[in-house]
Antibody, heavy 115, light 111 residues
């Protein structure tokens, strides 16, 4: 099970940190990915983290603005996005095994950027 | 940005077969397997096909996938009203620093 943090409303230029608390499996054994979806738009891959060693792969678009971390003691992953603009308004999902054979998605966290 | 191209819409009546395409490149679909996701309004996506043509447990066998060269297809046979949703393809792209990319999405309407 993946449970994400609640809705966030941020001002332009601020940062947001979204959490993804996992349970029911060995946290360090599976990469966790982050995917976002702007209102009425398609899916966009943000990046992934290896919970075992903290290594990350980020989409080019987000390099320099996204930081992915994890806390193995509480089986939780985090995604922090800085220098927010209105274009970052979206639902952010964490997901385990998006490539199968079985995917597990968080419920999504709505991040709204507005002044 | 999406580097996998899908038709924006597809439709059919109940019981019909609907297909949709996903066009990529040699560094994406040409080199990696394709996955397909179903997303109903207001819900998280759900994997319906992985590794080009494999169905996750619990996905009806009405869903089938295929891949050829730099393109892939998803077919839904015996279309049902519950199949009305957005469908996205996804694949790794070796040219983008090891990024995963999604398609532009196809909205399936059951008439």
């Amino acid at each position: 099970q993946l449970v994400q943090s609640e809705t966030e409303v941020k001002n332009p230029g601020a940062s947001v940190k979204v959490s993804c608390k996992t349970s029911g499996y060995i946290f360090s054994a599976y990469y966790l990915h982050w995917v976002r979806q702007a209102p009425g738009q398609g899916l966009q891959w943000v990046g992934r983290i290896n919970p075992d060693n903290g290594g990350t792969n980020l989409a080019q678009k987000f390099q320099g603005r996204v930081t992915m971390t994890r806390d193995t003691s509480i089986s939780t992953a985090y995604m922090e996005l800085s220098s927010l603009t209105s274009d970052d308004t979206a639902v952010y999902y964490c997901v385990r095994d998006p490539q199968g054979p079985r995917d597990y998605w968080g419920q999504g966290t709505l991040v709204t950027v507005s002044s | 940005q999406s580097v996998l191209t899908q038709p924006p819409s597809a439709s059919g009546t109940p019981g019909q077969r609907v297909t949709m395409s996903c066009s990529g490149s040699s560094s994406s679909i040409g080199s990696n397997s394709v996955n397909w996701y179903q997303q109903r309004p207001g819900t998280a996506p759900k994997l319906v096909i992985y590794s080009n043509d494999q169905r996750p447990s619990g996905v009806p066998d009405r869903f089938s996938g295929s891949k050829s060269g730099t393109s892939a297809s998803l077919a839904i046979s015996g279309l049902q009203s519950e199949d009305e949703a957005d469908y996205y393809c996804g694949a790794w792209d070796d040219s983008l620093n090891g990024s995963y990319v999604f398609g532009t999405g196809t909205k399936v309407t059951v008439l």
